[in-house]
């Protein structure tokens, strides 16, 4: 529970059909399971207490007693369990019958949830035995239980613990639909929906289903916890799979093999749901009187967890989704650039090749860009200013890439202009400060800046997000330029793309040099090497950038606490990076996160290409001098 975590589980039980006295056995044991794995919320199937394939039995008056019966006796068993349990079974009221989902916890039942849409089509004929179920929620009575019981569609089970956590049910067919119960019970406060269903297997409608549910839970911005029928149902004309799936806004997090019995678990962020509503200007709220509330409670407990958390989110963990992603996001930039090259009327465009990963993806986007506009690669031209800090090594790299590709070269030492610069400041040559490594990075940027306007050009950025969320950057050095191709690519992802280029892209000599500039350390190069190696590497300095990665993800994406992040931090980087580590790095991301805003709040223009981004223009409207005291006091708490 704590941090927004649930456990929750989806049950696909043995069946008989019309064993109800099984059923409840097997029911009740699947409970026990399910709250032994600390599960809060456990789903079944639809119609469970009976079985589904029942058809004209569910008229026979023995059936409904006795699933009336069962439902008493698995409302007892919550007295001693802790969660909320949702079930299915027949349902008389008023001489009709009705296919619901009953709630249980504490000992009663909560609420019956009657399914809306019914279907009666190929092979299915629910119609013939049950009726659609009204929204407008009445009382009903169930022998055995004092408390009258809300029967109809418009309830919702609200944990007085967690205001974020607000079940809704619907059943089966109901996803399938035009107009699912869950856009209403979401719209007026459901942020998880309990799908009781019997969804039988043919070919290919498992793929469909899983994307159905997944899509659902985007949609929505809500869980989507779908328990389905399985062995033991008739097979006299289908057969039933128990297909099981727990997705939380798109993603699907867990699911059953089919035609498997037993229980999957996995856990649910309420409050990363929440966050992703609070966004999202578009997502509609309808609170009202006509929804019946049932409050429910839970135990105050840390929630272990067990769901995958991955350690570099904005990098797709299969190798096929990362390979189209890739392409995805270099057409996002190479189109981002054609339009304002197009826009400009510029022929040239300037770009400054250092070696590294950043500039070296920028100039790959460069050639794209040009080759889209069907103009001469020669009007690319990449300067190399070596400066006190160059290596060999990248140098080298830097001129092979320029040949490589076919742009014009040139080289501009910013040696001499420093050292006159230096000496017009009263800068001593051999204090290392950080006024000898910006002066360099800002007499690159004027060299640039200067050979677009004598060309005619305009200056291409190279600097990631991951710098402009450090602020990792010179300010109106590296920092400026006319059009930053990079601005909304994070490093993790900026070593992905240069090496998707140098495997699928890249002849043999360009996949070589950058398969190097893969290998080389990330750096400025601001200070003298020492025996011609890389002195100042950038992650000994700041940290860690696939940290730094997570970091900003969650924050971005979801607007989780630093607790929170510390938390899955270190469930995603176990055996890599220990707590203090953790926590050291993270006071660096918030303290520079913060400090830099004036940097992020002047950047050039440059393509978003990803769900997250820093443009003060679009994604971040942030005050520059924002106090970053109530997020550092809470990382200092976990020292």
């Known amino acids: 529970m704590k941090d927004g975590f649930i456990k929750v589980a989806a049950v696909t039980p043995q069946v008989r059909v019309a064993d109800v006295a099984y059923h409840v056995q097997q029911i009740e044991e699947a409970m026990e399971q399910s709250a032994k794995a600390g599960a809060m919320i456990t789903v079944f199937p639809e119609l469970c207490l009976t079985g589904y394939s029942c058809h004209d039995l569910f008229y026979q008056r023995t059936l409904l007693q006795q699933a009336k019966s069962g439902l ?20 008389e009221w008023q001489g009709k019958l009705y296919n619901v989902a009953a709630a249980l916890h504490g000992g009663k039942v909560l609420g019956l949830v009657p399914k809306t849409y019914l279907p009666t089509y190929a092979e299915f004929y629910e119609g013939r035995q049950f009726t659609r179920g009204m929204q407008q929620v009445v009382m009903a009575n169930l022998p055995g239980q004092k408390e009258a019981i809300p029967f109809g569609t418009n309830q919702l089970f609200a944990c007085r613990e967690i205001p974020e956590l607000v079940i809704a049910s619907e059943l089966c067919e109901d996803l399938w639909t035009p107009c699912p119960p869950s856009g209403a019970h979401c719209m007026h406060g459901a942020t998880v929906i309990a799908n009781l ?9 498992n793929a469909y289903r899983r994307s159905l549910v997944a899509n659902t839970s985007a949609r929505l911005y809500c869980a989507y916890l779908y328990a389905s029928a399985g062995e033991g149902e008739s097979t006299q004309d289908v057969v039933y799979s128990g297909h099981n799936l727990l997705a939380e806004n798109g993603s699907i997090l867990a699911e059953s093999e089919l035609f498997a019995t037993g229980m999957i678990t996995t856990e649910i962020d309420v409050y990363a749901i929440a966050s992703k509503r609070h966004m999202m200007s578009t997502y509609e709220s309808k609170p009202d009187d006509t929804y019946y509330v049932s409050e429910f409670s839970l135990p105050q407990v840390e929630t272990p967890l067990t769901r995958f958390i991955d350690k570099a989110p904005f990098v797709p963990s299969d190798e096929a989704t990362l390979r189209k992603r890739c392409e995805e996001i270099l057409d996002i930039q190479s189109i981002g650039l054609k339009k304002r090259l197009a826009h400009t009327g510029a022929k040239t465009a300037v770009i400054g090749i ?46 092979s890439m320029i040949e490589s590709l076919g742009v014009t070269f040139r080289e501009v030492s910013i040696k001499k202009a420093v050292q006159v610069h230096f000496q017009d400041i009263g800068q001593d040559e ?3 400060d950080v006024t000898y490594e910006n002066g360099q990075a800002r007499e690159r940027t004027q060299i640039l800046m200067d050979i677009a306007n004598k060309e005619g050009g305009m200056v291409i950025g190279t600097g990631d997000m991951s710098e402009l969320a450090l602020g990792w950057a010179t300010y109106n050095g590296d920092h400026m330029s006319m059009y930053g191709v990079n601005a909304s690519v994070p490093k993790t992802l900026v070593r992905y793309l240069v090496r998707y280029y140098a495997m699928y892209l890249a002849d043999e000599k360009l996949s070589k040099v950058l398969y190097d500039v893969l290998d080389t350390p990330v750096s400025p190069e601001l200070l003298p090497p020492k025996h011609g190696v890389i002195a100042q590497k950038t992650e000994e300095l700041v940290g860690p950038y696939e940290l730094h990665d997570f970091f900003l993800y969650h924050l971005m994406r979801y607007g989780s606490e630093p607790t ?68 550092l006091e809470q990382i200092a708490s976990l020292e």
């Open 72 to 91: 008493l006796s698995l409302a007892k068993k919550t007295e001693n369990l802790v969660g909320i349990y949702f079930v299915g079974l027949p349902w």
């Open 197 to 205: 269903s019997a969804s039988d297997e043919v070919t290919g409608k």
């Open 354 to 399: 250092s070696g590294g990963l950043d500039s070296t993806l920028a100039l790959l986007v460069m050639v794209r860009a040009f080759d889209m506009l069907q103009l001469a690669r020669t009007g690319i031209i990449a300067v190399t200013m070596p400066g006190f800090g160059t290596t060999d090594r990248t140098y080298q790299n830097a001129v």
């Open 430 to 432: 051999h204090c290392h």
């Open 564 to 631: 929170k992040i510390f938390r899955m931090a270190k469930y995603a980087f176990a055996g890599e990076y220990d707590d203090a580590t953790i926590l050291k790095w993270m006071h660096t991301f918030y303290r520079r996160f913060f400090m830099q805003q004036f940097k992020r709040s002047c950047l050039p223009d440059g393509p978003k290409v990803g769900t997250v981004s820093l443009s003060p223009r679009g994604d971040l409207r942030m005050p520059s001098d924002a106090c970053a005291n109530l997020w």
